[in-house]
């Protein structure tokens, strides 16, 4: 048997999650929101709009955006973007330890 969970952040509704987090990383690693969407199999139209919500719904710019053109555009995470995407992480890592840890407790 193993443990399975979800972890989520909210504020009065869904803020920041799995996917989010997933798309702020491949859009740091790879610089384009285009090429980060392309990569997690989803739209570019998904992939703005839950940026757009959660920038709406936290207050703050989660990515800077360069419009195409000769340098090609692209996008790359604000320092608030990247504070999150690596609070998140940690408390991922430490949100996995506990359970594993009850799980162990628990079920063993």
Same mark, same amino acid.
């Given at each position: 048997? &193993?443990? %399975?969970? $979800?972890?989520?952040?909210?504020?009065?509704?869904?803020?920041?999650?799995?996917?989010?987090? *997933?798309?702020?990383?491949?859009?740091? @690693?790879?610089?384009?929101?285009?090429?980060?969407?392309?990569?997690? $199999?989803?739209?570019?139209?998904?992939?703005?709009?839950?940026? $757009?919500?959660?920038?709406? @719904?936290?207050? &703050? %710019?989660?990515?800077?955006?360069?419009?195409?053109?000769?340098?090609?555009?692209?996008?790359?995470?604000?320092?608030?973007?990247? @504070?999150?995407?690596?609070?998140?992480? &940690? !408390?991922? %890592? *430490?949100?996995?330890?506990?359970?594993?840890?009850?799980? &162990?407790?628990? !079920?063993?």
């Amino acid at each position: 048997m &193993q443990v %399975r969970y $979800k972890l989520w952040l909210e504020e009065d509704e869904h803020v920041f999650g799995e996917g989010l987090f *997933e798309l702020l990383q491949e859009v740091d @690693r790879l610089g384009s929101i285009n090429q980060a969407a392309r990569s997690l $199999k989803m739209s570019y139209r998904q992939a703005w709009g839950q940026v $757009k919500k959660a920038e709406e @719904r936290l207050g &703050q %710019r989660l990515l800077i955006t360069r419009v195409g053109g000769e340098t090609g555009g692209g996008a790359e995470l604000t320092p608030v973007g990247r @504070r999150l995407v690596q609070r998140y992480q &940690q !408390f991922k %890592r *430490e949100a996995a330890a506990a359970i594993e840890e009850a799980f &162990q407790r628990c !079920f063993s």
